[in-house]
């Protein structure tokens, strides 16, 4: 927790994520998660990581150490509706599902998480996921309240 402590959310008043465009506050908020993670790497992403286990571990993740950038602020979403970026339908499901996931697989993995592949995740999944308007009907895996999986595991998947 230290870790994600000391990382930029870490201010007690972060500035607020404004830039004027959706694709710049995406890429803001996305610019803090990695931040974030690389504040303390691995300790951050494990801590992080733990988080999508626990929804109230995720809560006190987001109130104590402030914004972390793994979830879609309702400032920013509510700025991009006012300036005709977003329909009202905007689902943050997109973002919370998709962003610090993705992050943190690529970190994993040791693949490149720069400013470069940060716009095109921007570009080309997140922007128009978001405007699609579509209601996923789930809350994403960082919202602090991730959808519980329905699926049962079998005891055996293998035929016998």
Known sequence: MAAIKAGPAAQNNPEPIDTGSLRGDLLALLERLESTMDAGEPVSLAIMQAGLRDPELCEFIEASAGPTGARLTEAVRQAAIARGELPESAD?????????????????????????????????????????????????????????????????????
């Open 92 to 160: 943050p499901f997109a973002y919370e599902e998709i962003a610090a996931a993705t992050l943190i697989i690529r970190k994993l993995n040791g693949l490149s998480t720069d400013a470069s592949y940060r716009a095109a995740l921007v570009d080309a999944v997140l922007i128009p996921a978001l405007r699609s308007g579509i209601p996923a009907g789930q809350h994403g895996i960082f919202s602090g309240s991730p959808t519980p999986s329905t699926h049962r595991p079998t005891e055996s998947r293998t035929p016998r």
